[in-house]
C-alpha cells in the first residue's frame, strides 16, 4: 500500500487548507486512516482519524486542538480521505502525516499500534 499526501502549503491565520491522502495499491476492504502532525521540536500528534468500509464510513475522531476546526472526510471511490483545515492558528504549523492501518480501529492508529504505511508528509505554515 501507498498513501500520497498533495495539498500542504502558507496560509495566514484565520485561513483553510485542505490535505489529501491517496491510498494506493490497496486490495482490503476495510481501513482507519489517521492525520497526524509533527511541529519543529515536537513529537509527533494524532490529529484526528476516520475508519472507511464498503459498506460504512466511520464518525471521525478528533483530538480536543482540532475539534471543531478541522474536519476529517472520505471518498470512497477515490480511495483518498480528506483532511479539511479551517480557522488555522500559528501552532497548527507542522508537517502532516497521513497513516493506515487496517486491523483494527482508528484508536489503534492514533496510538501507532496498527499502522502499516505513512504518507510523504506535507508542511502546513500558518502565519501570524
Known amino acids: 500500500v501507498q498513501l500520497v499526501e498533495s495539498g500542504g502549503g502558507l496560509v495566514q491565520a484565520g485561513g483553510s487548507l485542505r490535505l489529501s491522502c491517496a491510498i494506493r495499491k490497496f486490495v482490503s476492504g476495510y481501513y482507519a486512516l489517521g492525520w497526524f502532525r509533527q511541529a519543529p521540536g515536537k513529537e509527533r500528534e494524532g490529529v484526528g482519524c476516520i475508519s472507511v468500509s464498503p459498506q460504512r464510513i466511520g464518525m471521525p475522531h478528533y483530538t480536543d486542538s482540532v475539534r471543531d476546526r478541522f474536519t476529517i472526510s472520505s471518498d470512497n471511490a477515490k480511495k483518498t480521505v480528506y483532511l479539511q483545515m479551517s480557522s488555522l492558528k500559528p501552532e497548527d504549523t507542522a508537517v502532516y502525516y497521513c497513516?493506515?492501518?487496517?486491523?483494527?480501529?482508528?484508536?489503534?492508529?492514533?496510538?501507532?499500534?496498527?499502522?502499516?504505511?505513512w504518507g510523504q508528509g506535507t508542511q502546513v505554515t500558518v502565519s501570524s
Open positions: 497513516a493506515v492501518g487496517w486491523d483494527y480501529g482508528c484508536n489503534e492508529v492514533l496510538g501507532g499500534i496498527d499502522i502499516h504505511s
